[in-house]
């Protein structure tokens, strides 16, 4: 059974960086790992997702260029780094899971979310 742990989330001044890590403790085979986020008041968007052996990888536009997704199958662990931060990336930042391609469409898995905050 698949559960997601997530971990590495905080306070950071804006133009910072945080790493978010997300550990499935079932340790079961999940295609796509991915990364959601859900700001007050509105609704959960995508960030990032990245397959099995990472050859398919898939950013929200609005974190091009800033967000790098990972992740490392030995310890069934999915990473995303998040360099050059904006207050406007402030929001609870949820793993999520699913067993089958593709990277986008509705996952059967996630985390309990972890609270980022980027102060201005």
């Known amino acids: 059974q698949v559960q997601l742990v997530e971990s590495g989330g905080g306070l950071v001044q804006a133009g910072g960086s945080l790493r978010l890590s997300c550990a499935d403790t079932?340790?079961?085979?999940?295609?796509?790992m991915g990364w959601f986020r859900q700001a007050p008041g509105k609704e959960r968007e995508f960030v990032a997702a990245i397959s099995w052996s990472a050859d398919d990888l898939s950013y929200a536009d609005s974190v091009k260029g800033r967000f790098t997704i990972s992740r490392d199958n030995a310890k069934n662990t999915v990473f995303l780094q998040m360099n050059s931060l904006k207050p406007e990336d402030t929001a609870v930042y949820y793993c999520?899971?699913?067993?089958?391609?593709?990277?986008?469409?509705?996952?059967?898995?996630w985390g309990q979310g972890t609270q980022v905050t980027v102060s201005s």
């Open positions: 999520a899971a699913k067993g089958r391609a593709p990277l986008t469409g509705t996952y059967d898995y």
């Open positions: 079932g340790r079961t085979f999940t295609y796509a």
